[in-house]
Nanobody, 124 residues
Framework: QVQLVESGGGLVQAGDSLRLSCAAS????????MAWFRQAPGKEREFVAT????????YYADSVKGRFTISRDNTKNTIYLQMNSLKPEDTAVYFC?????????????????WGQGTWVTVSS
């Protein structure tokens, strides 16, 4: 099993930045591809970004490309989501997710492990 715990959410104004963290414990973290998803009130969960086990490959949703950066530190068993130029439409609960295997996917059902989520609220 892998346990994931997100942190770093909060209330910010449009244009501000936030960095989310997701700490993993359990099995060998470096063997897992990781991702961030988000779910806004009344909407379905949507893909945000994914990173391969090594960190060498990343992929982003069009809505966040150029503003968000996913990264990982396998020595700290942690992934990050640096969010810049935040917009009100980025308001959501942000979840990190993990799956065995080297590469990530945009489909939520490909991921075996999920954190509890952290709220990000962006005011206009």
């Amino acid at each position: 099993q892998v346990q994931l715990v997100e942190s770093g959410g909060g209330l910010v104004q449009a244009g501000d930045s936030l960095r989310l963290s997701c700490a993993a414990s359990g099995r060998t973290f470096s063997n897992y591809a990781m991702a961030w998803f988000r779910q806004a009130p009344g909407k379905e969960r949507e893909f945000v970004a994914t990173i391969s086990w090594s960190g060498g490959s990343t992929y982003y949703a069009d809505s966040v490309k150029g503003r968000f950066t996913i990264s990982r530190d396998n020595t700290k068993n942690t992934i990050y989501l640096q969010m810049n130029s935040l917009k009100p439409e980025d308001t959501a609960v942000y979840f990190c997710a993990g799956r065995g295997g080297g590469h990530g996917y945009i489909d939520a059902d490909k991921y075996n492990y999920w954190g509890q989520g952290t709220w990000v609220t962006v005011s206009s």
